[in-house]
């Protein structure tokens, strides 16, 4: 999976895989993994104005998510 760096709030990078509906979160803290997650949920999401709100309002509570590290 290809990792997109981002900043902003505990955010370091991001990455998704399509067809396992799959987003994967480094934070600061550790790294979380989310499944279930629709394509245009990552889309916006990679391309937000303020990638940390949008994770904070639209990802961190509405997909269930395991730490990898």
């Known amino acids: 999976m290809e990792m997109k760096r981002l900043s902003g709030g505990s955010l370091r990078a991001v990455g998704y895989d399509e067809r396992a509906r799959t987003l994967v979160v480094e934070l600061t ?5 989310y499944s279930g997650v629709p394509g245009e ?11 940390w709100s949008y994770y904070r309002d639209n990802i961190d509570e509405e997909y269930s998510s395991k730490r990898i590290r």
Do not use: D, H, K
Request: net charge positive; charged share 20%.
């Open 29 to 33: 803290s550790g790294t979380l993994e």
């Open 41 to 51: 949920v990552w889309r916006r999401f990679s391309t937000a104005s303020s990638p």
